[in-house]
C-alpha cells in the first residue's frame, strides 16, 4: 500500500485505532518544536495548541480592529456634530479642516475649494487652486492613500516633511437620475512625516464618507 491508500483506509477506518489502541502510544514521532521522539497522541496535542494559538491571535485581531473601528465611528461622530454646530458658513471650511486635524489626530490638514459663490471667494481656502490640481481632483475617482511622490496637493500643507498622503475630492451632490460622479469642487489633504500613516493597502471606506460629509457640508458654498 502506498502512504495515500493507508491514509484513505484509516480515514474509512476509524475503529483501527480503537482495535489497536497500543499503537497510539507505541508509534514515536518528531516534535517540530523539541526535535525529541513523542507519541501520536502527544502530537495530536500539539497540533490542537498550535490551532487554538491560532485561533486566538485571530481573535485578538478582530477585537483590535472592533476597537479601532469603533474609535473611529467616535470620531466620526464627533466631527459630524462639530460640522453640523457650525452656525457661520465662512468657517465652515475651517470648522472640516481643523476638525479633521484635531479630532482625528491628523499631522497636517489641507483643503482647496474652487466654483464657489462669489461672498466666499475671498477666503483662503477658495484661492489658488490651480488648472492642474482641479484636473487632479476632478480625475479621482476614490480616496488615494500612500507615499507623497511630489504631488502639488502635498504643497498645500506648507510643510517639508510629509512623507504620505490622503487626497480626497469633494463632489457636488448628484441629481436623481444623473449619471457619473458629481462635478468636483474641491479637493482634501491629509498628510503625515510618518510614511504608513497613510499606505496604499489601507482601506478606504471612512474616507470616503470624510469626503461625502465634508462635500455635502461645503454644498451651501458653491456658486
Known amino acids: ?4 491508500e493507508i491514509a484513505a483506509y484509516l480515514q474509512s477506518n476509524p475503529e483501527f485505532f480503537e ?4 499503537l497510539l502510544a507505541a508509534v514515536q514521532l ?3 518544536h523539541s526535535h525529541r521522539a513523542v507519541s501520536l497522541q502527544e502530537r495530536q496535542m500539539e497540533i490542537l495548541r498550535e490551532k487554538n494559538k491560532g485561533l486566538e491571535l485571530r481573535l485578538a485581531d478582530l477585537m483590535r480592529n472592533g476597537h479601532d473601528n469603533d474609535r473611529t465611528q467616535q470620531r466620526m461622530h464627533a466631527w459630524q456634530l462639530r460640522l453640523l454646530a457650525e452656525p457661520d458658513s465662512h468657517a465652515l471650511p475651517y470648522a472640516v479642516q481643523d476638525g479633521l486635524q484635531e479630532i482625528f489626530d491628523v ?8 466654483s464657489i459663490a462669489e461672498q466666499y471667494a475671498h477666503m483662503e481656502v477658495a484661492r489658488g487652486a490651480s488648472d492642474d490640481l482641479r484636473l487632479f481632483a476632478d480625475g479621482l475617482r476614490a480616496p488615494y492613500c500612500g507615499t507623497n511622490s511630489g504631488f502639488e496637493a502635498a504643497s498645500l500643507l506648507e510643510r517639508d516633511d510629509i512623507a504620505s498622503l490622503a487626497l480626497v475630492t469633494l463632489r457636488a451632490p448628484v441629481r436623481e437620475g444623473a449619471e457619473g460622479p458629481g462635478a468636483a469642487f474641491g479637493l482634501l ?11 496604499d493597502g ?3 471606506t471612512y474616507l470616503s464618507q470624510i469626503g461625502e460629509v465634508a462635500s455635502a457640508a461645503l454644498n451651501r458654498l458653491r456658486d
Do not use: C, Y
Open 189 to 199: 489633504v491629509l498628510g503625515s512625516p510618518e510614511p504608513r500613516r497613510f499606505h
Open 30 to 32: 518528531t516534535s517540530p
Open 202 to 204: 489601507m482601506g478606504t
Open 1 to 4: 500500500m502506498n502512504p495515500q
Open 19 to 22: 482495535d489497536h489502541a497500543d
Open 107 to 114: 499631522p497636517a490638514v489641507a483643503l482647496k475649494l474652487w
